[in-house]
C-alpha cells in the first residue's frame, strides 16, 4: 500500500491536530449554541411515553391521512394536534394516530370510526393507552444512570490513567450528549424511550473512542519521557498513529447502524428502530469527533500547565519533523510554533542562539601594567 491512503493505514500521517484545535473547539461551540437555543425556545417533542395518550393503529387498505384528520374533528379531538404516520411493512400499509389524553369514549368512538372507514373489524384496530407516570419514571431512571457512569467512568480514568483525562474523557461525552439531544430538538423529532436508551448507548461508544486515543497518548508520554518533546507533539503523533483505528471501528460501529435505519425503519416501517438507530447514529459520529477534537485537544491543554511541559508549550513538530518524532522519539532542531504568531518570534530565538554558538569567543587582549 503506497501514496496517502497507506500512510494513513500504517498511522504514518502528520495532521495537525492540536494545533488546529481552536477550529474544532469554535465548531463545537458554534453546534452547542445552536442546539441549547432549540431546548430553550423549542423544547424537545416528547413522545407519547413520556407525556401520556392515546394511540390507534389501523390497516390503510381504504383510509387516508385526510380521512384521519376528518374522523379525528368529528369526534372532538384537535387533528392539529395529532401525530399521523404511515407505516410501510411486510403485512402492508397502517396508520398510526397519536394524540394526548381523551376520555375512555371518544377513544371508543374514534376506533370504531376507523374501523368503519378503514373496512375492518373494530378489533382489528389496537388502541394504547399511556400513562404520563411511566415516562417520567423513565427519564429519572435516566437522569440517575448517566450520573452513575459519569462518576464511575471519572473513578476509572484517573485510577488508569490520571484525572486530567478524566475531565477531558466527561467533557467530551457531556458534548456528544449534548448536541445529540440537541439535534432532535432542532428538527423537532419525537423523544421515546428508545431514543433515550440510544442517548446512554452514545455514552460507552464515545468512551471508548477516547479511551484508545488516550491509552496511546499515556503510552507516547512515558516513550518520551527522556526526551524533551512537548505535549502539543505528543498528542499529535498519537492521535495519528491512532487514526486508522478509530475509522475503522467508526464504520464498523456506523453500518450496522445504518443497516437498522434504512431496513428497519425506512423500509420495513419499524418506527421504534428508527427513533432508536437515529439517534445511534448522530452520537456515534459525533464520538468519533470528540475523540480527535474535544478529549484530546482539552487534555493536552491541560497537560502543558504542568511544569514538565510549561516551557515547550509554544513548540510544535509538523510534517517531517512530526515523523521523526513518532518513528525515532527524537525532536529536530527545527521548531514550529503552535500559535501562528509566535512562529517568527521562536525561529529567529533560535536561529540567533544557533548562531551564537557557532562562533568561538574572542580572545581577550592582556592589558599592560
Not at 491536530?17 to 424537545?44: D, N, Q
Request: charged residues 15%; without cysteine; proline residues 2%.
Amino acid at each position: 500500500m503506497s501514496g496517502g491512503f497507506g500512510r494513513l493505514y500504517r498511522g504514518e500521517t502528520t495532521f495537525n491536530f492540536f494545533g488546529r484545535r481552536w477550529l474544532g473547539f469554535g465548531i463545537s461551540i458554534a453546534i452547542m449554541v445552536i442546539t441549547v437555543l432549540s431546548l430553550f425556545t423549542r423544547g424537545l417533542n416528547l413522545g407519547m411515553d413520556f407525556e401520556g395518550g392515546i394511540a390507534w393503529e389501523v390497516p390503510a387498505q381504504s383510509l387516508t391521512v385526510e380521512d384521519v384528520q376528518t374522523i379525528l374533528d368529528a369526534n372532538g379531538v384537535s387533528s392539529a394536534d395529532a401525530k399521523i404516520q404511515v407505516l410501510n411493512g411486510s403485512d402492508g400499509s397502517r396508520i398510526r394516530v397519536q394524540v394526548g389524553a381523551e376520555s375512555e369514549a371518544v377513544s371508543t368512538a374514534v376506533q370504531n370510526a376507523l374501523a368503519e372507514k378503514a373496512g375492518v373489524p373494530a378489533d382489528d384496530v389496537s388502541v394504547a393507552l399511556v400513562s404520563s407516570s411511566w415516562g417520567r419514571s423513565i427519564t429519572e431512571k435516566a437522569v440517575r444512570a448517566l450520573l452513575v457512569f459519569f462518576l464511575v467512568v471519572s473513578l476509572y480514568i484517573s485510577w488508569r490513567f490520571e484525572w486530567k483525562m478524566a475531565i477531558s474523557a466527561i467533557a467530551a461525552m457531556a458534548h456528544d450528549v449534548l448536541i445529540s439531544v440537541g439535534v432532535y430538538s432542532v428538527l423537532g423529532l419525537a423523544v421515546t424511550p428508545a431514543t433515550v436508551i440510544a442517548f446512554l448507548t452514545i455514552l460507552g461508544f464515545s468512551l471508548y473512542d477516547t479511551i484508545v486515543v488516550f491509552d496511546k497518548v499515556h503510552d507516547n508520554t512515558k516513550r518520551f519521557s527522556a526526551s524533551r518533546v512537548s505535549y502539543g507533539d505528543i498528542t499529535n503523533v498519537s492521535m495519528n498513529q491512532v487514526l486508522m483505528r478509530s475509522i475503522n471501528t467508526s464504520l464498523a460501529a456506523v453500518l450496522p447502524v445504518l443497516s437498522l435505519l434504512i431496513l428497519g425503519s425506512w423500509i420495513l416501517g419499524a418506527v421504534a428502530l428508527q427513533e432508536f438507530a437515529l439517534a445511534l447514529l448522530v452520537g456515534m459520529l459525533l464520538g468519533a469527533y470528540s475523540s480527535i477534537y474535544i478529549a484530546t485537544p482539552l487534555l493536552g491543554i491541560l497537560k502543558t500547565r504542568e511544569t514538565k511541559f510549561k516551557p515547550l508549550a509554544n513548540e510544535l513538530h509538523l510534517g517531517e519533523e512530526m515523523a521523526r518524532i513518532a518513528s525515532s522519539g527524537k525532536k529536530t532542531n527545527r521548531v514550529i510554533s503552535g500559535d501562528a504568531g509566535n512562529t517568527e518570534s521562536v525561529t529567529r530565538e533560535a536561529a540567533s542562539v544557533a548562531a551564537a554558538l557557532s562562533h568561538p569567543p574572542r580572545t581577550r587582549k592582556k592589558q599592560r601594567r
